[in-house]
């Protein structure tokens, strides 16, 4: 069972997501506001976070930044809806384990999941 | 030493006699007078049948031995430069005695020029004068020099030389007086006959010079004409020819004839006080170059073998352009008449000098103007827009090579032609810069496209006007670049653009859409597995297959690189992603 912190600035995915790794066996925080995620990962354990790329007022990049500040170790799955080469290759430089495209089909983002946390 | 003084009238009746004793005169005065009277007809009559002055000094000396029963006869010229007496003549002397130092004592010398006869006896003994060894070795006793007088004034001496001992009679004396002035007329005649008959030959040589240096405008061949022709008529060594450089004002040789490459290098005459002189304008004769002072260099003139010279200045109006230097290599006395001649040639040679530099000036000018159109036409044809001029009645004046080119034609074809002749493959005539600038006289520009071989070409067209001096459009420039390439390159970049913006509207779009499509496939596939009742079962899986289409559309929207307009309905085109 993993700590997973799940921001989208869309709270119907982050529901979708929770609902989806809660079933796994997970605890999945669900967040919709950039400054929220970043001061609850410093507060508490977080192993994974799956982050949206656009987001309200920062980029899911740059919020990966702010988490890996606190949280070194912690794993991470960027989500997009619109790919680009230079998002892609940014967010794999700041440790993003993974960077799906959306719409991720579920048993896409199970298997994705499991393989980040055992890694 | 005693004077003697003969009775005959006159200044020049005092003689001058040794202390000898006097020969025996045997003839009675009057048969002598006949004998002289005789003598002296003889003598006009020969010296009265030649004309030039070299011949009446020849037939003198050669006639007075025998007619006068002496040994030798000589007469020398008084030259008016040196103030010495120069040999014109001799009969029955050696060249030895004749080239000795002096002619006579200095005593005699002065009372001849004093105008009196001087009769000596024992001149080899006589102990004052020099030269006595000589007159005893060509075996001289007596003498009697004459002054030859004529209009008053000494032109020369002549002196009667005897072997034996003779005293000259009063008599003698009074008559050799009368014969040697009868010889100073007949001299000075033949001399001006001489100086008329040099002046008349002068005047042509002159005229030959000066319609030979007018008849070109080479400038080489006016400075040689100069100096190979003044020389040759004055019978004279050589000649120099210098000019003032303009940009130096230094003079320097442009032209010689008759003297040697060594002695022009060593020459160097900007310090001769005699080129000063003719500098200021003052033609200069020099006798004796050796002796004289207005020469600087007479080790390089003596080497060179040049014993006269006479330099004139070269002029144009009043100003001197350069210096005419004449070499004799005999000792001359230039006459007047020489120097007049010199100085013509020199004005007439400084005219045509003058006129070859500016022909010379124009000729550059020609050939600058000439370079410079060459330039500016090769300027036009190498530029890559057309170019061309027509004049106010729309006729070609000018067509650059590129222009050609495309028109397929030849320069020669294409000038004079009508302007909408030549451009006829513009087919919108309402559409010509040309004629705008001839109704506005404003700079016009259009594009239009040509059929041309290898297809539809972009031309731009701008027309210029130039205006006469009165301010009406007198030709117009028109300018035609072939924009072809710069509309294909702009019709690319519009698409270029469009392109984008449709990518990035159909990424746009495809992100607001994918998120919310996540969420609704996720949910509906979590509801598939919550649901029990199949009916509904197969309705959520409908929703799911469905949500599964749109994602497949979305991913092509992100993925697109390029896309298809195609026809849809009326004027409504749809695209096709690629």
Avoid at chain 2, 86 to 112: C, F, N, P, Q
Avoid at chain 2, 225 to 253: H, Y
Avoid at chain 2, 258 to 271: A, R, T
Avoid at chain 2, 507 to 533: C, M, R, S, W, Y
Wanted: hydrophobic content about 40%; some cysteine.
């Amino acid at each position: 069972m993993a700590e997973i912190l799940a921001l989208d600035d869309v709270q119907d995915a982050t529901v979708l997501i929770g609902k989806i790794l809660k079933k796994k066996g997970h605890n999945v925080h669900t967040f919709t506001e950039e400054d929220d995620a970043i001061n609850f990962a410093k507060k508490n354990k977080v192993d994974l976070a799956i982050l949206d790329i656009k987001l309200k007022r920062m980029s899911g990049v740059e919020v990966l930044a702010e988490l890996k500040k606190s949280t070194p170790d912690m794993h991470a799955i960027m989500l997009t809806g619109y790919p680009t080469v230079e998002t892609a290759r940014e967010a794999i430089s700041l440790g993003a384990d993974e960077y799906c495209v959306k719409p991720i089909d579920r048993d896409e983002l199970e298997e994705k999941v499991e393989k980040v946390l055992e890694s | 030493m005693e004077y003697y003084r003969p009775e005959i009238s006159g200044r020049w009746m005092i003689g001058l006699t040794n202390m000898v004793d006097l020969p025996t005169q045997t003839l009675s005065p009057q048969t002598k007078e006949q004998g002289f009277l005789r003598v002296f007809q003889k003598v006009t009559r020969l010296i009265s049948m030649v004309l030039d002055h070299q011949q009446v000094m020849d037939t003198i000396v050669s006639s007075l031995p025998d007619l006068l029963d002496i040994d030798a006869c000589t007469i020398r010229l008084l030259d008016v430069d040196t103030n010495t007496f120069v040999l014109g003549a001799a009969h029955g002397l050696s060249l030895e005695y004749l080239s000795r130092k002096s002619i006579d004592t200095e005593e005699t010398m002065e009372m001849i020029k004093s105008g009196y006869p001087v009769a000596k006896v024992d001149l080899d003994e006589d102990p004052t004068y020099r030269d006595r060894d000589a007159a005893a070795k060509e075996g001289i006793k007596s003498v009697l020099t004459l002054p030859i007088l004529f209009q008053d004034a000494i032109i020369g001496i002549m002196r009667l030389l005897t072997k034996s001992q003779r005293l000259f009679t009063a008599e003698e004396i009074s008559f050799s007086m009368a014969l040697a002035e009868q010889v100073g007329v007949a001299i000075s005649n033949g001399r001006m006959f001489k100086e008329m008959e040099n002046q008349v030959d002068f005047m042509n040589e002159v005229q030959k010079i000066s319609r030979m240096v007018n008849s070109t405008l080479d400038m080489d061949s006016v400075l040689n004409t100069i100096v190979q022709r003044v020389p040759v008529s004055m019978e004279a060594k050589g000649c120099t020819l210098r000019l003032f450089n303009p940009l130096t004002n230094q003079l320097e040789l442009v032209a010689s004839y008759g003297v040697s490459e060594k002695y022009l290098k060593q020459s160097n005459i900007e310090d001769e006080k005699n080129v000063t002189m003719v500098l200021s304008g003052e033609p200069v004769a020099i006798y004796d170059v050796a002796s004289d002072d207005r020469v600087l260099n007479k080790k390089n003139m003596m080497e060179e073998g040049i014993n006269s010279l006479l330099a004139v200045p070269i002029t144009v109006g009043k100003e001197i352009i350069g210096v005419l230097r004449i070499f004799s290599e005999k000792h001359h006395s230039f006459t007047s008449t020489e120097v007049n001649f010199a100085v013509t040639v020199s004005e007439a040679g400084g005219t045509a000098i003058q006129n070859a530099r500016i022909y010379q000036k124009i000729n550059l000018l020609f050939n600058q103007i000439e370079e410079n159109e060459r330039f500016l036409g090769d300027i036009l044809d190498c530029i890559r827009p057309e170019l061309l001029v027509v004049d106010k009645d729309r006729h070609v004046v000018l067509a650059n090579k590129v222009c050609q080119q495309r028109l397929g034609m030849e320069e020669a074809d294409i000038l004079g032609m009508e302007y909408h002749e030549l451009c006829s493959s513009n087919k919108d005539r309402s559409a010509c810069p040309v004629d705008d600038v001839l109704r506005d006289g404003k700079p016009a520009t259009y594009e239009h496209t040509v059929e041309l071989k290898d297809g539809e070409h972009w031309l731009e067209r701008t027309a210029s006007p130039m205006f006469d001096e009165n301010g009406n459009v007198e030709f117009v420039i028109e300018i035609i670049r072939d924009i072809t390439t710069k509309r294909t390159l702009e019709k690319e970049q519009m698409e270029r653009v469009e392109l984008q913006g449709v990518v990035e509207l159909a990424g746009t779009v495809a992100h607001e859409i994918n998120t919310p499509l996540f969420a609704a496939l996720g949910t509906a596939q979590i509801l598939e597995e919550d649901i029990e009742k199949q009916e509904l079962i197969a309705d959520v899986q409908t929703i799911i297959r469905n949500l599964k289409n749109i994602s497949e559309l979305t991913k092509k929207m992100t993925d697109m690189t390029g896309f298809e307009r195609k026809d849809y309905v009326g004027e409504a085109n749809i695209v096709e992603f690629k």
